[in-house]
């Protein structure tokens, strides 16, 4: 089955830029997704098709992928941005959704 | 505004059964495919079970495959997970979650607040 690995924890400090990275085999290929989870609540998408933004995500949430890690980029971070995000992609070879196992953002 | 409402939660024995439901209100709810994903205590998120626009299509991770059972009625606008032959490991957070799109694949686009499980004797 197709496995996507995030670092524990990413460290940054307030209005620095903090990356997240989701590692999978030729994830390149497909499109990519994360979601932020604030502690007790829903998650909610911020980055879809790689690089998309919904409507109401500020522009400071930004993704990239390509070859065998997709990355997202946090921009001049907040202490609000400290919580857990998870990549997540579909695998068209066993019809299955499949999450990374998610990051915590620590903000210093 | 779309909004997704679980229910159906709480404490069940290990072998027993409950139904999860999830109401659906501010979209099209027979044009999209709906999804559950669960989350045990202090972990991450695991997908469970996706079900077409039309219920036509099917699909369950291996650790439920078997036990849960997915369905949905588009005239109520309601998604259901039936769930027997439950596990202590199947204690999580559900939460029912829209694809935008009629079919699977792609993203979670909206998200219930989630309707807690806890099996345990």
Known sequence: SYVLTQPPS??????????????????????????????????????????????????????????????????????????????????????RYVFGSGTKVTVL | ?????????????????????????????????????RQAPGKGLEWV???????GSIYYADSVKGRFTISRDNSKNTLYLQMNSLRAEDTAVYFCAKVPAANRGYYFDYWGQGTLVTVSS
């Open chain 1, 10 to 95: 990413v460290s940054v400090a307030p209005g620095q830029t903090a990356r997240i990275t989701c590692g999978g085999n030729n994830i390149g290929s497909k499109s990519v997704h994360w979601y932020q989870q604030k502690p007790g609540q829903a998650p909610v998408l911020v980055v879809y098709d790689d690089s998309d933004r919904p409507s109401g995500i500020p522009e400071r949430f930004s993704g990239s992928n390509s070859g065998n890690t997709a990355t997202l980029t946090i921009s001049r971070v907040e202490a609000g941005d400290e919580v857990d995000y998870y990549c997540q992609v579909w695998d068209s070879s066993s019809d």
């Open chain 2, 1 to 37: 505004e779309v909004q997704l409402l679980e229910s159906g939660g709480g404490l069940v024995q290990p072998g027993g059964s409950l139904r999860l439901s999830c109401a659906a209100s501010g979209f099209s709810f027979s044009n999209y495919a709906m999804s559950w994903v």
């Open chain 2, 49 to 55: 079970s996706v079900i077409s626009g039309s219920g």
